[in-house]
C-alpha cells in the first residue's frame, strides 16, 4: 500500500512538472495555444486566413508603396492560408507555418502591424 501511495505521488509530481510546458515545433518555436484577442498572434492570424487586396495593406500593414512592391506578389500566391500553426510572439515578430502549403513564414510586426514578411 505504501509503495502504491508513492507511486501515485511521483506521478503527479512528474505530471504537474510538464504540465505548463508549452508544445515546442521547428518551425514556429513555441506554439501559441491560446489566441488571445486583440493579440499580434490574433491579428495574424485574421491577416493571413483573407483575401490579398489593396484595403488588406490597409488594414494590416504599415502600408507604404514600399511594402506593396516587396510583397505583393508572395502574399497574392499565399493568401488566404490555411491550416495554420502560429508560434508564440517574440517581440519583433511571430512565426507561421500552413500545414495545407507546407509554407512558414516570419512576419515582422511594428506598432501592432505587419511591416515585413520573410519566408522560410
Known amino acids: 500500500m505504501k509503495s502504491l501511495i508513492i507511486t501515485v505521488l511521483v506521478s503527479l509530481m512528474a505530471f504537474s512538472a510538464f504540465a505548463g510546458i508549452a508544445p515546442y515545433s521547428e ?3 513555441v506554439v501559441c495555444t491560446e489566441i488571445v484577442e486583440g493579440s ?3 491579428m495574424v492570424l485574421e491577416a493571413l486566413s483573407k ?3 489593396l484595403s488588406w495593406i ?3 500593414t504599415t502600408g507604404g508603396d514600399a511594402f506593396l512592391e516587396a510583397y505583393s506578389p508572395l502574399l497574392s500566391s499565399i493568401l ?3 491550416s495554420m500553426v502560429i508560434g508564440r510572439s517574440d517581440g519583433n515578430g511571430v512565426a507561421v ?3 495545407n502549403s507546407d509554407m512558414t513564414l516570419y512576419i515582422t510586426i511594428k506598432e501592432g502591424r505587419i511591416s515585413a514578411l520573410q519566408k522560410r
Request: proline share 6%; glycine share 6%; hydrophobic share 35%.
Open 40 to 42: 499580434v498572434e490574433a
Open 58 to 60: 490597409d488594414m494590416y
Open 27 to 29: 518551425r514556429v518555436g
Open 80 to 82: 488566404p492560408m490555411s
Open 97 to 99: 507555418y500552413s500545414q
Open 51 to 53: 483575401e490579398f487586396t
